[in-house]
């Protein structure tokens, strides 16, 4: 006769779990973003009219965000990258990632009405997080100026991509595609607002629709709040018409003229002529102040510029407006030339870490919704930078001011400013490829990252795994370096 089998109950599986990952950096900071519900907000704010089946339309989002922070170019690279780290979704509270063809009709269901929503989400986390709020206040209470950068770049698109239409693009002919315009914090490196325009619009038409939308995302609701601002432009947003707006608006103007036949013509009144230090062509330059000014509704000076022209043959003219009545030359040029090194850089580094000019879309509205979700990713990386930097600070305040690392096989003690300075000179490719693209193991039980393991032949290693030690340490995460 059979024996009746007693059927015992089953145990908990409080094992844990270890598996290698690309991506072991960024499964660290997992749990970083989650104590802090970043993604939580797109869920409450965003609602694309499709039906859910294994995931949310929002899931589908966040793992767009994801993909791009993993280091992938296009969404197609969801499947080869982040799709195929299941510790990396794990990290994040995912069993596993949808296909990127799901990802894609996603955006491609995306209405305007969402466009909105997420740029609502967007707007709240910046509220909660953003780094450029405080040192506004301060300019405020101290009665100084800061600068904030505007600039407009091409962003290629086939000839049946809706909105796509020949325009500007630098260096290219016969191009079709969008215009992005964006507001840039210098001092932050953050984006303050970015919108897609189709590809004929001009520098000039996009200036009052930004200034309102980063009077929004910065409350700037007052005259009063506007002074401590400077907006510093190229040629392209200088018409008189939006000089005389920003004028009007209370902010004070770092800018170049629109016109080159007005530039020559007030160059001509200029009594001294200084030399100046290169531009970005090398080519020598030679400044001085005009005399007789063009009148804005409000006093500016205006600096002349000039440098020899193609193939030796006279002289290229620009003229910088600025409303510093105590300005100087030199510092007047330089602080220009500083502007090529933000916005600009901004957009390179995007195009090159987080690979924004490969994502197209032939739809508008998707195109705006991945232009949204790569600014999330921007953003987001530039906080944990920053939240990172802040953790080893605290370190260097106690009275051990350096970490050791003693699962380093020298056992030699890194101090904490090196780590600082490192992660500060971090760009979104170096900070992706070095921070979050980390070939390393991890740990986790009962659905937690519990240890990081990371390969010790990365370079740069002993201060990166200071700084994750030093971000990590309230969250009882352990890291440390594999053996060799």
């Known amino acids: 006769m059979a024996k009746n089998r007693v059927k015992q109950k089953s145990k908990k599986n409080n094992k844990k779990i270890k598996i290698n990952s690309a991506h072991a950096g960024l499964c660290a900071i997992a749990p970083v973003i989650k104590d802090k519900k970043v993604f939580e907000i797109i869920h409450q704010k965003v609602e694309i009219p499709q039906k859910k089946i294994d995931y949310s339309p929002t899931d589908k989002l966040v793992f767009a965000v994801l993909g791009i922070m993993s280091g992938c170019s296009v969404v197609f690279d969801i499947n080869r990258k982040f799709r195929v780290d299941r510790i990396l979704q794990r990290a994040f509270g995912y069993q596993k990632c949808a296909d990127q063809s799901v990802i894609q009709d996603t955006l491609n269901a995306a209405k305007e009405q969402n466009v909105i929503q997420l740029e609502d989400a967007l707007k709240e986390m910046w509220d ?178 000039r440098k020899p022209g193609k193939k030796g043959k006279g002289y290229q003219y620009s003229v910088i407006v600025t409303t510093d009545m105590n300005a100087d030359i030199g510092d007047t040029s330089s602080d220009y030339d500083g502007r090529s090194g933000t916005p600009e850089s901004s957009f390179c580094q995007d195009n090159q870490g987080l690979g924004m000019k490969k994502r197209r879309k032939r739809g508008f509205l998707a195109q705006q919704m991945l232009m949204l979700l790569t600014r999330l990713a921007h953003n987001l990386i530039r906080w944990i930078q920053n939240w990172m930097t802040s953790a080893v600070e605290q ?71 200071i700084a994750f030690k030093a971000l990590l340490k309230p969250y009882g995460i352990s890291v440390s370096l594999d053996e060799i």
């Open 128 to 305: 909660e997080f953003n780094l450029t709020g405080s040192i506004l206040e301060k300019a405020q209470s101290e009665g100084t100026i800061e600068t904030i950068d505007m600039d407009l770049t091409g962003m290629p698109a086939g000839k049946k991509a809706e909105c796509s239409t020949k325009g500007y693009f630098s260096g290219e002919k016969n191009i079709h595609g969008r215009q992005l315009a964006r507001i840039v914090f210098p001092k932050t490196q953050e984006i303050v607002a970015e919108t897609l325009y189709p590809g004929n619009m001009t520098s000039c038409k996009t200036f009052k629709g930004m200034v309102e939308k980063m009077e929004h995302m910065l409350r700037l609701t007052d005259i009063s709040q506007r002074k401590h601002i400077r907006l510093r432009l190229d040629a392209g947003f200088g018409t008189d018409e939006n000089i005389n707006y920003a004028l009007w608006r209370g902010y004070h103007l770092l800018t170049k003229m629109y016109s080159g036949k007005r530039a020559r013509s007030l160059a001509k009144s200029v009594q001294e002529w200084i030399d100046i230090s290169p531009g970005t062509d090398n080519k020598p330059r030679q400044a001085g102040w005009a005399t007789q000014q063009h009148r804005y509704c409000k006093r500016t000076k205006q600096l002349a510029i």
């Open 395 to 465: 370190t260097m305040q106690e009275p051990k001011s350096s970490i050791e690392t003693t699962d380093v096989p020298s056992k030699k003690t890194v101090p904490a400013e090196p780590v600082v300075k490192t992660l500060k000179e971090y760009g979104m490719k170096r900070f992706v490829q070095q921070i979050f693209c980390l070939l390393g193991k991890v740990k986790m039980k009962e659905g937690k990252v519990v240890e990081v393991i990371i390969n010790p032949l990365h370079p740069l290693v002993r201060r990166i795994i």
